[in-house]
């Protein structure tokens, strides 16, 4: 299975699953009596002239015909429009009644759109509003009105780039393979001194080169495993790596720091995780700006509290001074829609509204004061599967999209700028076995590095710059 089918918690699969089938409660059961789930949700990046459908399913037991009203407002009015829900039947489990409408169009002349909706069953007299607080803290959306368009056109299999430099390698005998699982290396780090880290996770290890010697493991150090699976790996401060494993049945991410030695300095868990929540424990990390380590977590299903408001999070582990944060104390704290960006702004990431197939990504920085900074829109003729999420390398999106078809299928790295893509190429995708976690990971400067594992010839980390990188990869 590729790291789509396994881990929906990756990029966007998780986020498509939820705008497409508005999986996520935006109120809570504790702070309302029916129980109801945005179907679909609003989506966070908008363009004039989009369709714009929200819709709420009621699963509360016996209720048969419930009534609803939006209350939407742009920000060029501070008074909220009335707006019916209509009746009908739900998407996803079409014994439930799902309430919805189309939002007039003329909220897409605005850069910021706000709404939230009042449920009601007139026969048992219960209520749900969502977002719990309502007028106080409505949903949101940005209207992009002059985005950075990048047509890719048709992708064209077989015109991948080759690495400017090959950065590590080892035999097929230096690592661990589990050919049952099939589990093998998925994931590695560069360090600020270009030295590259690969999790060797069926022996419970990491690899470590130096920088300019790709041919000699310069060290191996231990992770604390105790017979669970290894998960994603970051660095910490002070030299330190941050690690997670996962049990099942229980599911539940753990969380332990180590120094450079592999000794574990403190261990703690995700207190979002386990079988009951709907938060998988096999997610990514991610750091922020400020050194702090966050989970990305998108999970259907799961009850989330007042704040949660969107279909994507990031869920805090451990501050920027490398301290956990406390299991009961995280999803109150977590980021929701958004990645942090320097300066204060927000990174936003979304998917064009009503597609079957992913064939649009939108993105945006969004300054300290709510205003849009930059966006872009990539436009692709095939339909894409994400890979990397995407993440700001020297102050611009860098965007990995996977393009599959029948035995294979190819990474597309775009770099955006203000002009476009300053950089885009074709990398071929070859991880063997299980690839949970990111095989692409950006590194000091303008660069990107990528894994590529195989259990008879074994596995290779190379280098590519973002200065230059423009290759044909589609047809228009």
Known sequence: MTKLERAPGLFLVGLVALVLAGAVPTGTRAAATLTVYPEPMLPRLLVPGDRIVVGYTVETAGVKAPTGVLYVRDDLHARYQRVALKLGRSIVNGSHPRLSAVLPSSLTRAHRIFLYAVIRDSASGSSATLPARGAAAPVSSWVLH?????????????????ADMIVARASAAQVGWDLTGPIGPQTFLVDRDRSVWLEDEVNGRMLVWRASKPNAVARAVPLPSGGAALGDIAFGPNGSLYVTRWHQPGFVLELFRVDASGKVLWQSSAGASGPDTGVAANQPLWVGPDGALYCRISAPGLSWPTSARSEYGLLPLATSAGKPVPPEQQLDRAL????????????????????????????????????????????????????LWPQLVDGHPLVDLLIARPGGMEHVILHLSPMGASARFSLPWSIWGDSLYADVRPGPGAVLYRL????????VVGRYSLARGNQGAAKR
């Open 146 to 162: 002059k985005p950075v368009v990048v047509k890719l056109g048709t992708h064209v299999f077989g015109r991948t780039r080759a």
């Open 336 to 387: 929701w829609g958004y990645d942090p960006a320097p300066n204060g702004r927000r990174f936003v990431v979304d998917v064009a509204p009503n597609q079957a197939q992913l064939r649009e990504l939108r993105l945006a920085l969004v300054r300290r004061n709510g205003t849009v900074e930059r966006s872009w829109r990539v436009i692709s003729r095939s339909w894409f599967s994400p890979g």
């Open 452 to 459: 590529s594992t195989s259990h008879s010839s074994g596995i």
